[in-house]
């Protein structure tokens, strides 16, 4: 063996991530956390911004691209624990206007997961059986079981959003609706969920130049609706809906990220970052067997 | 403008497939269906095969890889067709012995698919409710809507496999289930379901060096179960049940695919290529938008 003294290696934790320097940059999480008990100002935020995230279009690409066996790995490793009783697991909910990315998100981000571990739900307009139960009905019945990551694009937020703003609910109940949702969430965390609510934040020009690009390619004439422009009519009702909701839903169990979504590759970088942070946090174990692994062999052998 | 001549091109249909040529390969279909209504012997397909496949491991998983865009395209079209009425939709149903690669099957060929538009189901033992409902019950409850692939990792099949084998049921209640899987199965086609069975074929010998690489690396330990062995010992009867079901429920219309599976390079090539083929026979078209473009235009600009 040498003896030459190797030049010293920065420290690393037993999951090889590297121990925290002072100069590394604060997660994600924190950088596009909104904060708690303050009041929500969308117009603060840049739509277009970048915060964090890599320096153009083909590097973001690059650096989603190089996340997806980081997220793989921490999947599995929930799912696996899973099956030894663990209960934890996580539930992305994808909130945000019209062509603001919701499908875009499960399509490339979700799809660094093993998909056999994934459970996606997009809510429409309630169906009458839906109406006639309480709003989070429908919600309870889509959530993700222990090990599995969940998805929600759209989710319990409709009912105070497009609940509000179309005031398809008297005012009394959307009032109520807030303080349900909180208790609703807080006791998805003491489930075990661990609840990543994330607003995609598009411009009202980036709207337009998405819905005329819908409009301009036939094939893609199925996913415009002219109810979508309707609703684009309605955007500062919207956007102040969402404030309110932003403000009095975010809490320190069940945070609120807003992400900027004007530019396709930096959401797909940032949510898939957001993701790989807690789960890294969640840091799953592979669970061990509880059989004799020796007899186990023994017995294949002689079969 | 040149006005030399080109060379002849290959022709081709409007949507870019080849016509097909006195030299065209038969589709993989053709060569991994079960005849219909022939005595089924598993001992005369070769696990190792790899009928109508690349060459080798790399040139499979290249090929398998370059299908992932046309898989996708499809779905898309697919899904969007479906959201005009088009109430059809595909099922692929894996079953095969323990190892044979169904989860693997979901991860590698499922995972070219845009995850939402996937209705996943992997059938474990019926709890309670579900054994106190007919077995068709829970199946009928996991299936794809309009528009979806649908995939079901073990089937209403383990009826009359662990069902036969084990004699969970009656013996004549397991031989009416044939006949109930088979109009079962015709209803699911009458409302424009494609069923494609894929039996995944694994030899006796693979699947003890699988179940030994389990034992052997610690993280593959939650797959594990020394329930495995003694399911393993029961290999001839299982192999027995299979035939029996392969024979009785290969129909025209639902027919039964049998994919050598020792070789997971070639399983994920095949599978991707009997969904490709299967979608692409069915040819689903975007649907044309019902409203005036130049007016939503007009509006957007003016908004």
Redo the contacts between chains.
């Keep these: 063996m040498s003896k030459t003294p190797k030049p010293e290696q920065p420290k690393k934790d037993k999951h090889g991530k590297g121990l925290k320097r002072r100069d590394d940059p604060p997660p994600l999480r924190e950088l596009l956390r909104i904060p708690v008990g303050k009041p929500v100002d969308l117009t603060a935020y840049d739509a277009d911004g970048k915060p964090g995230g890599p320096a153009d279009k083909a590097a973001g690409a690059a650096a989603t691209s190089a996340l997806g066996p980081a997220l793989a790995g921490l999947q599995e490793r929930l799912y696996?624990?899973s099956?030894?009783g663990d209960r934890r697991r996580l539930l992305l909910v994808l909130q945000g206007m019209d062509t603001s990315g919701k499908?875009g998100t499960?399509?490339h981000v979700?799809?660094h997961?093993?998909?056999?571990g994934?459970r996606?739900h997009?809510f429409k307009a309630p169906t009458p059986e839906e109406k006639a139960h309480p709003f989070l009905w429908r919600i309870s019945k889509a959530l993700p079981q222990p090990g599995e990551i969940g998805i929600f694009?759209r989710s319990h937020y409709e009912d105070v959003l497009i609940g509000r703003v179309r005031e398809l609910a008297p005012a009394d109940e959307i009032e109520e609706r807030y303080a349900e949702i909180d208790r609703f969430e807080r006791s998805l965390a003491d489930d075990g969920v661990t609840v990543v609510k994330v607003f995609l934040h598009v411009s009202y020009e980036e709207q337009?130049t998405r819905?005329?690009e819908r409009?301009d390619n036939?094939?893609k004439?199925?996913k415009?609706?002219?109810g979508d422009?309707e609703e684009?009519?309605l955007w500062p009702a919207y956007q102040e809906a969402y404030e309110i909701a932003l403000e009095r839903c975010a809490s320190e169990r069940a945070p609120w990220f807003l992400v900027p979504a004007d530019r396709k590759w930096y959401r797909n970088w940032a949510i898939s970052t957001l993701l790989l942070e807690h789960l890294a946090e969640l840091d799953p174990q592979?669970?061990?067997?509880d059989?004799d692994?020796a007899e186990?062999?023994r017995?294949?052998?002689a079969?």
């Design positions: 696996a624990a099956t030894a499908g499960v399509k979700i799809g997961f093993n998909p056999s994934c996606i997009a694009d337009r819905l005329l409009l036939p094939e004439h199925w415009f609706n002219p422009i684009r009519a592979y669970p061990r067997g059989f692994v186990c062999r017995r294949l052998l079969q």
